[in-house]
């Protein structure tokens, strides 16, 4: 085990990298965080010069940075043992072996088994997002890609039961048995649900949407992301509608969340495609004189209301 006393960040992040090409665990003793419960947030001390004080989000972001899972082992008034055991990349719904090749996102997928309404960072930003687009008073709502959905599910919790019975709820997804699991999760006359393919919604008899609501799904690769987005803002939302869009900027694997989208041919998170794609968004969204907001984590959610 190692003891992090008055190393610099610098010191300690070059010790853990060389330190996890050799092993899938590493064990270190730092300050207990919570004797700094009277300090001011951020602020940088030695205590009997040895311990410097680090946040335990300092760690946390050390983890993630590392690729790790962060134990607290021991814990007492002075110190605390950290271990960082380095996640299995390859556990990822990217990388899946599928039952079925034609159901990606369905209920035997990874994919599938991912929570995102567990994750703080998203459900914060969601409900953010809900409120400021003012759900209550919506009366159509379209998700596409619904998968389990689990955006109607937050916004289910979110409003009171008269007012989920007057707005007419639709979910579109490819994946059947996704769609199926929808259907039995919210059975309710209000809740409509379609196994179909995006890039046809003009098969279906829809109503134009006053919430257009859509996370992790139009940047799909078999989807025309600008070509797909300038249609349903013309077509399927209606004059004074909002819009709702999540941009994932994570990676989903071996059970944690990974800061920072991942680009084909690139060994590191490079996002540009992404800025580009919400970019792209926020200016034709205001030239159709809406008001955008972008906020966000490890999901950039870009928000849109009518002025007009």
């Known amino acids: 085990m190692t ?11 070059n010790f853990m990298q060389d330190s996890l090409k050799n092993s899938d665990k590493v064990n270190t003793e730092v300050l207990n965080p919570s004797i700094s419960k009277d300090l001011y947030c951020g602020e940088v001390l030695t205590l009997d010069d040895e311990y410097i004080y680090r946040s335990f989000k300092v760690w946390s972001d050390l983890s993630e940075i590392l690729f790790c899972k962060m134990y607290v082992l021991s814990i007492n008034d002075k110190t ?14 990217h ?31 969601y409900i953010s997002a809900l409120k400021s687009v003012k759900i209550q008073d919506k009366k159509n709502v379209l998700n596409l890609g619904i998968n389990k959905a689990d955006e109607f599910e937050v916004i289910n919790n979110l409003l009171q039961k008269e007012e989920i ?35 046809k919604l003009e098969q ?26 300038m249609d349903l803002i013309q077509n399927y939302l209606s004059d004074k509608g909002s819009v709702i869009l999540g941009f994932p900027n994570c990676r989903w694997m071996d059970g944690e969340v990974i800061f920072g989208a991942k680009a084909k041919n690139y060994s590191y998170s490079e996002q540009s495609v992404l800025y580009n794609d919400v970019i792209f968004c926020k200016k034709y969204l205001q030239q159709k004189k809406y008001r955008v907001t972008l906020r966000g984590k490890n999901y950039l959610f870009l928000t849109a209301t009518s002025i007009k």
């Not at 605390?80 to 719904?93: A, D, G, Q, T």
């Not at 579109?172 to 409509?192: G, H, L, P, T, V």
């Open 3 to 13: 003891k992090f006393t008055n190393e610099s960040m610098h010191e300690i992040l």
């Open 80 to 93: 605390i043992v950290l271990e960082f055991e380095k996640i299995n990349k390859e556990n990822s719904f």
């Open 95 to 125: 990388k899946q072996q599928l039952i079925n090749p034609n159901d990606k996102y369905g209920i035997e997928s990874t994919f599938f088994r991912i929570n995102k309404n567990e994750e703080p960072t998203f459900l914060d930003t």
């Open 165 to 199: 019975e007057k707005i007419n709820f639709y979910g579109i997804d490819f994946s059947s048995s996704a769609i199926q699991y929808s259907k039995n999760r919210f059975k309710a006359e209000n809740f409509n649900f379609y196994c179909h393919d995006i890039n």
């Open 204 to 229: 279906l008899d829809l109503p134009k949407a006053d919430l257009l609501i859509s996370v992790g799904t139009l940047q799909s690769s078999s989807l025309n992301f600008k070509v797909l987005f």
